[in-house]
């Protein structure tokens, strides 16, 4: 039988799936009521599989990623299990094309599903094999678009199960109803909990500069994408202005977004996305500019692999924890007194909950 790192990639199996909220969960920039998945497998010709998963946003992307990613299948299949390598063959056959949006998407769970598969081979935890050790890492709650009332409740829940920070989303009609939104979460959870705030890009950069102004009075631990993701003219602006830290990244797509902004000064921290940044391949390059900037790096999503690899970054700073994919994960990431428990089991962890994927099968 071969080994993890002899091993050969035999065939690809991908299996789109729609998962409903719990609750859904509110934005400035609009209402994430289901999350469509797209769960990949890597099988290897000794049996391996190794397990990766995107999340397209919305029901029209989940098709067309599904089929990239099939399509992807004879390109990869046949080759050694090297996660790195395949990265880089992925990326020069689709440089014409580009490598962001829905084909970045494609190359991420393939990408994640690759990295998955060869500690599983190697028989050794991801953290292991990517030269880090597991440790506890800290969690923050997300608050929704639910206004002083509601904000607070959530927040306060959090708390509750040992959370020490919390992020609200804002964006409110005006800036005084983001701050009695703020005050009242802070109202709800008390001095030492840490609160971020999230506008998902809804301001343009000159009322950016007027509302951060204000919110500098909070205390808050950052102010994230007040203006659109790709604007690094406009958040450099904002963050000139700023005394609170300014924090970018979900939406950068590869490293390349990222050393972008990071020269315009357009961020004070980064929050990669394992699918945007690359997948495991490119949160590794992630970490190592973040680390060489001296920027704290947080995660977005993605919380039973963006803990792994959140182990294994030098700047690591705080994880955004979610349940929204639980219902379709075996064992879901364990969080206890605030802080994400990283298993021993070989892999990334992840593992499909089969009843659970037939049932929201699309």
Not at 8 to 21: G, Q, S
Not at 127 to 152: F, I, T, W
Request: charged fraction near 20%.
């Amino acid at each position: 039988m071969a080994s993890g790192d002899t091993a050969l990639i035999r065939e690809l199996i991908v299996r789109p799936v729609r998962v409903p909220m719990p609750e859904p969960h509110r934005t400035a920039s609009g209402v994430v009521a289901e999350s469509p998945l797209v769960l990949t497998d890597v099988v290897t010709d000794s049996g391996v599989v190794g397990h990766g998963m995107v999340f397209t946003y919305t029901p029209a992307a989940l098709a067309p990623v599904a089929d990239l990613i099939r399509n992807c299948g004879p390109l990869v299949t046949g080759l050694p299990l090297a996660p790195a390598e395949i990265e880089q063959s992925l990326a020069r056959r689709f440089r014409l094309l580009g490598t962001q949006g829905l084909v970045g998407m494609a190359m991420a769970a393939i990408d994640m599903a690759l990295w998955d598969a060869l500690a599983r081979g190697l028989g050794m935890p991801l953290v292991r094999l990517l030269g880090g050790a597991a440790k506890p890492v800290r969690c923050y709650g997300p608050v929704g678009y639910d206004g002083e009332d509601g904000s607070a409740a959530t927040a306060a829940r959090w708390v509750s199960r040992g959370f020490t920070g919390v992020k609200a989303k804002i964006g409110y009609p005006t800036v005084d109803e983001d701050v009695a939104v703020i005050r009242a979460v802070r109202k709800a959870v008390g001095p030492e909990v840490s609160i971020m705030v999230d506008y998902n890009q809804c301001l343009v950069p000159a009322e950016a500069v007027e509302r951060v102004r204000r919110l500098d009075a909070e205390g808050l631990a950052w102010i994230e994408e007040p203006t659109l993701a790709h604007d690094y003219a406009g958040h450099a602006m904002v963050a000139r202005e700023a005394r609170t830290p300014i924090q970018c990244g979900e939406n950068w797509w590869g490293t390349t977004d990222m050393r972008h902004a990071i020269e315009a000064g357009a961020s004070d921290y980064v929050m990669p996305d394992v699918m945007k940044i690359g997948g495991v391949t490119g949160w590794l390059r992630a970490a190592a500019i973040a680390q060489a900037f001296g920027l704290p790096v947080s995660s977005h999503l993605w919380p039973e692999l963006s803990a792994r690899l959140l182990c294994c970054t030098p700047t690591s700073h705080w994880l955004e924890y979610s349940d929204w994919w639980n219902p379709v994960l075996k064992t879901p990431l364990r969080v206890e007194n605030g802080m994400a428990v990283i298993s021993d089991d070989d892999g990334s962890g992840i593992e499909w909950d089969e009843e659970a994927v037939r049932r929201f099968a699309v």
